[in-house]
């Protein structure tokens, strides 16, 4: 098949693959539409059937080889740090006693204030500091932090 007859062969091919390509949306078929154009043109040119296979395939492959890994990265979601990921990990303090069986509990943190759960169950008192572990639906998961106090009048003495 050449000239305007080859042509209208390939054009219906590279539509098959463009309306499958449209109905699936996994980028498998758009290679071989580019592949049917290049062809349609060599069919209007008048090359031999032949010569437009080979056309159709090498243009396929190439255009999957060096197109694919341009657009999966354009195409592929990435995973974007929101506002309430940024205080996993941060420090906060108790506003409100935090007691997993009464469900109460009220944590500032990064700025702002959080309902709050203990992460192995343990009631925290306010104005307890606590690490932020993850994050439950809105609620902070927290631990508190041990923190050392030295006794009253038990700071260190010099060595003389």
Known sequence: MIGVYGAIFWLVIAV?????????????????????VFAMLAAFVEM???VQMLIFLVTSILVL???????????KPKKVAT?????????GVVLEQIDNLEQTGRVS?????W??????????????KVLVKYIDGVKLIVEPIQILQQEPGAAEQPET
């Open 115 to 128: 309902t709050a759960r203990s992460e192995f169950g343990s009631i925290i008192p306010v104005q307890s």
């Open 83 to 91: 506002n309430a990921d940024r205080v996993i990990g941060q420090v």
């Open 65 to 75: 080889v060096i197109g694919r890994p341009l657009l999966v990265d354009k195409i």
């Open 16 to 36: 098959i693959f463009f309306v499958i390509e449209g109905l699936t949306v996994q980028m498998v078929c758009i290679w071989f539409a580019a592949g049917a």
């Open 48 to 50: 031999h059937f032949w």
């Open 109 to 113: 943190a990064n700025g702002l204030i």
